[in-house]
Structure formats: structure tokens, C-alpha cells
């Protein structure tokens, strides 16, 4: 059965594409992508690559027949240096062999970045180096931080002699401003139009930043911009690795330029060993054996859950800090060390929090919970590494959840205690925030946002008042619905995009599910989940962990009248109830747990919101 296992693949050579048609039956997709130099249409799904070429449904396309400016990815994750000689696809067509390569040491004495970077992208590293070598210029999607590094290890693969633009000054660091200095830029353009007319047959030119040099991806192209371009297409004879970070982008006319883009985000599970292609654990080759040592019960294959999303520099940042933060202390344990990566990756970013809320806290609600904690096992089933096949192929995994209920129901509050669950950071955006008025604004806020939760995995958004983002699409084309169905439009790629072992979840809460747009609620993207008022057992509940929070003895009879008196009130309104009887006794010396004083306020709040009600009619 080929239903949903079908690849599309892209070929360089007529040889290429040959080799694969004739690939035998009981040869892996894996292998059979690993002996040529191929780019697939979507991005690679792990869960084909070991099964046999039998089974799936390939179809080959050359490169000549499609269009340019279609984005390609990545192959194969392996590397292809362990291949029998004479089979190594494609072959160099100039310049020395590239050297050949170490076993890699489990648990290092140590270990610095370009090793860490040279480590975690040797496959990919190892796929844009072929295609140089094959002439081909390469556009490459990676985070700033590793460009320094990825540019001579690639280089150093290829064989091939490179010439790097030099790397702008540090006043055009990305977050002070999008551009550079229109000065500097100019000086830039000047220097790569000096090296593209000096660059000989055979060699290559890096440009580190090409997306600054471009300032950004703007429809309108400025005047340097269209100079670049007018550039590098003037000298398509050249062959151009270009680096670009993924939250700023280059206009697609540029990126058209190049004939293959690779994107490397985070960093993989395991890293294929350089001599036996046998897969070592992240765990084991970017962790230094001291820090091993410092951690007792350290599990080298749980380490990928905690690092998933940050890239290979990263990862190393956070083992240093977390290994200055625990030396000299008593016994830390494995999972004091993954606390404290998870406290880093909050430190990192201005948006993500470590969420303390637990399900315990929580009161009532026992089927909302069971129906989450089923769900949740399935999630974190198909990010095990031993995840079942037929599960992995099926589509009723949702990517996340929607709450719809009332307001002041606990939705964020559930949202907040799976991430606690997971182990994952958080962050809560509001939904209106995210719309906005000019069109394309709101599709950038969410590629952006969709970026920063990746590299603070396991990481759960959540957007409250969901309804302002993924409204229901509308058929008409005037100007505001546009806005709305570009987004959902982008909420759908962005979701459907991540099928990566990596544990991310997005929630969305609304006060009404019909709101949303349909296209969200299949079973394989949102899973709808109602919360409503809390019933009499959650409002018990519901008082009983506000009082234990709040330090007020309630006597069992108030809590009934309690119970009673809050009918069709929220969890939020009960909460803010014994929150005003804390602070009454703090302030004023009014004993908060008096049936009197209770009364009191239970009767306030309901007048309190009966006028609201009133008001609002
Ligand atoms: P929503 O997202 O549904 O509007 P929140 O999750 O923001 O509501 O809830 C607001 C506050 O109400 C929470 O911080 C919590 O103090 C309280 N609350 C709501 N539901 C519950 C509950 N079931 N158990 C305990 N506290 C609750």
C-alpha cells in the first residue's frame, strides 16, 4: 500500500534518477536516497526512512523541470561518507578529496563549538558540500549563532577552495535593526562585486549574511537589494553558499537564485558515526565526560527531549551553564540537570516561562483531565524513539488542543499545567495581538513565534482568544478577511510542518468553538476540548485549593454553603473570592475563614456581576 507514502523526489542527474528507479525492492528509502545527490519537494519524514523502496511510491522528477523558486529540502538525514568507495554520490568534479574522518569519541574530555556544530550537522553538512562540489549554489536556513562555524567546516567538506564576503560589524547584530547601516552595505556591495569578478573556475563564495546584505524580505526591493540581486544573477556561472536566519528571510527573487535550500533548525536525536554510519546518541557525543560525572543516573537518551529545538552551540551553552551552576554541590542528579536546561532555555527567551501550575491544582474537572492525560500519552508515545509505525502513519495524533468554555474556566490554567507535564516552557500570547491590520504583519508574528517555541522545545504556545487568529475563513476577498485567512493559511503550514520527534503543542482557547475555522478542528491538528462551568465537585474542589493556597481554614458547613452559593460562577470568581478574604485579613484583621465575612463577599460578588450582567443588556 503506497496511500500517503508517496515521495516526491528530485534528481540532478539522469544517472541519479536511473540508480533510483533501479534501487532494489528491500533496499531502505534511506539507502536508496543516500546513493545519489537528490532534494524531496516537502520536507524528509523520518517515519519513511527505513521503510523499503517496495513500499512506497517514488516519484522522480529532474531538476530542469521544475521551478525555480520552489523551495527543495534535504534528502536524506545520513551522511554518505560511509558508503563503499566508487558508490560516493556525486562525485567531486574539482579539487582534492575532501579528508577523510574520525570515529567520534563518546562523552569527549571536551568539546568546543565548531566541533559541537561540525558534530550534530554532519549529515547536512555533508549534503551541501556535494552539491558545491557539483556546482550548485546552496542557500542555507540557519540560526545566526552557527554561521561562523557551518561556513569552513562546509568548506573544509567540499574540498573546494572559498572566498567568504567578509562578515559585517557587530553594530548590525540582527536585533538592533534589520539591515545594516545603508553606508556599509554599500561598502559590502562594492566588495562582492570585486570577488564575484575575481572568483576562478572551481571555487566558491560564502556569504554569510545574505539577508541582511538583502535587508530583509520585503515585497518592495530597495535599491541595494535589486543591486544584489542584479548581482548574483549576473554571475550565475558562480557557484554561492548563502546563510540566511529563518526570522528574517530574503526576498524570493534572491532566494530563487540558488538551486538548492537546506534549512537546519535545532538539533537531531542522534548523529550518524562518520565510520559505520551507526547512529550515536546526542546524549552522549555533545555531553564532556565531566559533566557526565557531575550528574548522577544521567540518561544520555532522554537528553534530546530537553535540547530538541536549541541548535548545537546552544546545547553546549546550556551543558556549561548547567555544569556551573551544580559543581560543588551535594549529588546533583540527572534531572536536576534537565531542570536547569529548561530554566536556561527560559532565560534565552524574553517570551517563554517555566510553568509551575500542576494538575493537582486544579480542582474538579476529572473528565477533562482524563480526556488530556489520554491524549497526552499518545502525543509523547510518537515522539519516543521506539514509536509505533502504524500510530506514527495514522492522522488522529492532534498537534494540540482547543478550550472552549466560559471565561475564567481554568483554560490557560490546563494549558499551563501540560506544559509542566511535558516538561516543556511556555508562553501565552493573546490572539487580538497577534492580528493585526496590515496584511502579512500577522502570518510574520506567527512564523515568528512558530521559530521561537522549535527552539525552546518541548514548548507549548498558547493563544488566548484564539478566535481573532483562526477565525473561520471567509470566501470574500476584501481587505480584512484576507488578513484572517493568511493566517490560518500560515497556522496550517506551520502545523502541518512539524511532524519532527519533537515535543511542541499548541493550545488555543475561545469562548465559543464555532468561532473557529473547521480546516483546525480535524482530528490530526486541534482537538476540541469543552470546559464549562465547574459543577458542584469542582467548585468544592475548586475552594478547597484557594483556601490551602490562601492559608484560610473554611469549616465543612461554609464550605457547603460555599459550594452552593457559587452556582454558575467561575473558577475565577471563586479564586478572587477567597483571594478578597486573604487580603481583608491582612489589611484590615477580619478573620478570613468567618462564615460572616464570607457571606459577605459571596454576596458582593454575585450583586457585583448581576450589575455587570445588567449594565451589558
Ligand atoms: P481562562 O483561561 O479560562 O479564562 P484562567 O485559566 O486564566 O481562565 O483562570 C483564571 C484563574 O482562575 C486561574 O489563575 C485560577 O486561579 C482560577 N481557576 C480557574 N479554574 C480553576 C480550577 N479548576 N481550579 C483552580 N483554580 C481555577
Redesign the pocket.
Known amino acids: 500500500m503506497t496511500d500517503g507514502r508517496q515521495i516526491e523526489i528530485i534528481a540532478w542527474s539522469e544517472a541519479d534518477r536511473a540508480r533510483l528507479y533501479g534501487a532494489p525492492r528491500t533496499a531502505t528509502v534511506a539507502e536508496a536516497l543516500r546513493d545519489g545527490a537528490f532534494l524531496l519537494r516537502q520536507p524528509f519524514d523520518r517515519r519513511l526512512a527505513d521503510l523499503r523502496v517496495g513500499d512506497v511510491d517514488l516519484v522522480v522528477r529532474m531538476q530542469a523541470d521544475i521551478s525555480l523558486d520552489e523551495p527543495l529540502y534535504r534528502a536524506v538525514p545520513v551522511p554518505r561518507q560511509a558508503q563503499p568507495p566508487g558508490r560516493q554520490a556525486p562525485a567531486p568534479s574539482a579539487g582534492p578529496p575532501p579528508p577523510a574522518r574520525e570515529a567520534v569519541p563518546s562523552f569527549p574530555e571536551q568539546l568546543n563549538d565548531r566541533s559541537a556544530v561540525g558534530l550534530a550537522y554532519a549529515a547536512e553538512i555533508e549534503t551541501i558540500a556535494s552539491f558545491l562540489r557539483q556546482g550548485l549554489s546552496v542557500l542555507v536556513s540557519c540560526e545566526k549563532l552557527v554561521v561562523e562555524q557551518l561556513g569552513p567546516l562546509i568548506a573544509e567538506r567540499s574540498g573546494r577552495q572559498a572566498v567568504v564576503l567578509d562578515t559585517p560589524p557587530e553594530d548590525s547584530d540582527p536585533g538592533a535593526s534589520l539591515m545594516m547601516p545603508r553606508s556599509q552595505r554599500q561598502r559590502q556591495l562594492a566588495r562582492l562585486r570585486e570577488l564575484l569578478r575575481e572568483l576562478k573556475d572551481g571555487m566558491f563564495l560564502i556569504v554569510p549574511h545574505a539577508d541582511l546584505l538583502a535587508g530583509g524580505p520585503d515585497n518592495q526591493l530597495n535599491s541595494e537589494t535589486r543591486e544584489v540581486v542584479e548581482l548574483l544573477y549576473n554571475h550565475s556561472e558562480h557557484v554561492v553558499l548563502a546563510f540566511a536566519d529563518p526570522s528574517i528571510g530574503l526576498p524570493e527573487v534572491l532566494a530563487s537564485r540558488f538551486t538548492a535550500r537546506i534549512g537546519l533548525a535545532g538539533s537531531p536525536r542522534t548523529v550518524p558515526d562518520p565510520v559505520d554510519s551507526h547512529p550515536r546518541l546526542l546524549g552522549e557525543v555533545l555531553v564532556t565526560r565531566p559533566e557526565r560525572e557531575l550528574f548522577q543516573g544521567y540518561d544520555p537518551d532522554e537528553f534530546h527531549k530537553h535540547v530538541a529545538g536549541l541548535n548545537p552551540i546552544r546545547v553546549r551553552q546550556a551543558m556549561r551553564y548547567a555544569f556551573h551552576q551544580h559543581r560543588g554541590r551535594e549529588k546533583p542528579t540527572g534531572l536536576d540537570l534537565f531542570k536547569t536546561i529548561r530554566g536556561f532555555k527560559a532565560q534565552m527567551s524574553a517570551s517563554f516561562e517555566v510553568p509551575n501550575v500542576s494538575f493537582d491544582?486544579?480542582?474538579?474537572?476529572h473528565e477533562v483531565k482524563k480526556e488530556i492525560d489520554d491524549a497526552l500519552k499518545i502525543m509523547q508515545g510518537t515522539t519516543a524513539a521506539d514509536a509505533d509505525e502504524e500510530l506514527l502513519q495514522s492522522d488522529l495524533i492532534p498537534r494540540g488542543f482547543i478550550f472552549h468554555?466560559p471565561?475564567?474556566?481554568?483554560?490557560?490554567?490546563f494549558a499551563k499545567a501540560i506544559a509542566n507535564r511535558l516538561n516543556a516552557t511556555i508562553m501565552v500570547v493573546s490572539g487580538p495581538e497577534v492580528t493585526d491590520k496590515y496584511v502579512g504583519e500577522g502570518e510574520r508574528k506567527i512564523r515568528e513565534l512558530f521559530a521561537e517555541a522549535r527552539r525552546n522545545a518541548p514548548s507549548v504556545i498558547v493563544f488566548?482568544e484564539f478566535d481573532a487568529i483562526a477565525g473561520r475563513r471567509t470566501g470574500r476577498d476584501d481587505g480584512g478577511s484576507r488578513a484572517g485567512n493568511a493566517m490560518v493559511a500560515q497556522l496550517l503550514t506551520e502545523l502541518d510542518g512539524f511532524r519532527e520527534q519533537v515535543p511542541f503543542l499548541v493550545v488555543g482557547?475561545t469562548n465559543q468553538l464555532t468561532l473557529i475555522d473547521p480546516a483546525l478542528l480535524r482530528p490530526s491538528r486541534f482537538r476540541g476540548i469543552r470546559?464549562g462551568e465547574?459543577d458542584r465537585i469542582?467548585r468544592r474542589?475548586?475552594i478547597e485549593?484557594?483556601a490551602r493556597r490562601f492559608k484560610i481554614d473554611l469549616a465543612p458547613q461554609l464550605i457547603d454553603l460555599m459550594v452552593d452559593a457559587t452556582e454558575l460562577r467561575?473558577?475565577?470568581d471563586i479564586?478572587s473570592l477567597l483571594r478578597d478574604a486573604y487580603v481583608g485579613q491582612k489589611l484590615h484583621g477580619r478573620p478570613a475563614g468567618d462564615s460572616f465575612v464570607i457571606g459577605e463577599l459571596v454576596g458582593r460578588m454575585n450583586r457585583a456581576i448581576k450589575e455587570h450582567r445588567e449594565s451589558s443588556l
Open positions: 491544582d486544579i480542582g474538579g474537572y468554555g471565561p475564567g474556566t481554568g483554560k490557560t490554567l488566548d482557547t470546559i465547574p469542582a474542589a475548586i485549593v484557594h467561575s473558577g475565577d479564586q
